[in-house]
Structure formats: C-alpha cells, structure tokens
C-alpha cells in the first residue's frame, strides 16, 4: 500500500514539474516584434490611423499572431528621437515571425505606407521574453 502511494505521489509530481515546464517554455518560445515609426511632420491624423488600423487588422490576416497592442509614445524623459508611435505584435514562436515578414499582407502594409509617404524613419527590435 506503502508502494502504491509514493508511486502515486511521484506521478503527481511529475506531473506538476511537466505542466510548470510546458507554460514556462511556451511563454520562452513566444516572440515579440516591436516597430516604432517617426512620422514626417506633414503626417495627418487620418494617414496615422490609417497605418495603425492597417496594422491592427494583420493579427486576424496572419497566422501566428497571439496579439497586437499599440500606443503614443507619453515618456517624460523626452529621449525618443521623435519617434512616437509604437506597435507590438506577439507571436507564437520564431517560425510564426519569421513567416509574418514575406506574407502577402504584410507586404501589402509595407508597400502602403511606402506609397503615403509619411515615415520619416522606423525601427524594429525583436525579442523572446525570458522568464524569472
């Protein structure tokens, strides 16, 4: 009886161990693709959300995206560089970022904001949050 109990205990915790691993390395395989534009001074209202809107609606075109936030750069500490509006795409993995870059409608965004010629510069960083 003695047996059967500590083997039960044992698949138990393993058990536990498997489950606490399994979110840990889900959460590591996650990928985080963030873009912030500086927009050209001539740059409308209109043109910016349209960009914002655009971007948002990939998350339901493109596999692999598990979400999308945005917002206005508000830091007090004034080191932007004029860059203000910021995007964060959340991948599965890697893979699902790596196929996000060439597909179609991802292109199509970036043949739209280079057609309205309102960027004055961009810049992404990309990364794989690391869990503590």
């Known amino acids: 009886m003695k047996n059967i109990k500590r083997i039960g ?12 691993l399994s979110c840990e390395n889900s959460t590591e395989k996650q990928m985080r693709h963030i873009v912030v534009f500086k927009f050209k001074p001539t740059a ?23 979400s999308f936030e945005h917002g206005i750069n ?6 932007n560089q004029g860059f203000t509006h910021v995007y964060l795409f959340t991948f599965e993995d890697a893979k699902a970022r790596d196929s996000y870059l060439p597909h179609p409608e991802h ?11 309102i960027v004055e510069d961009v810049f992404v960083v990309d990364y794989s949050p690391v869990q503590k």
């Open 107 to 117: 292109q199509k965004f970036g043949e739209m904001i280079g057609e309205m010629e």
């Open 9 to 20: 205990q044992a698949i138990l915790i393993v058990c536990l161990l498997s489950t606490i």
């Open 44 to 66: 409308t209202d209109d043109q910016i959300s349209k960009v914002t809107d655009t971007l948002e609606e990939l998350e339901n075109k493109i596999p692999g995206i598990v």
């Open 74 to 79: 508000n830091s007090p500490e004034d080191k």
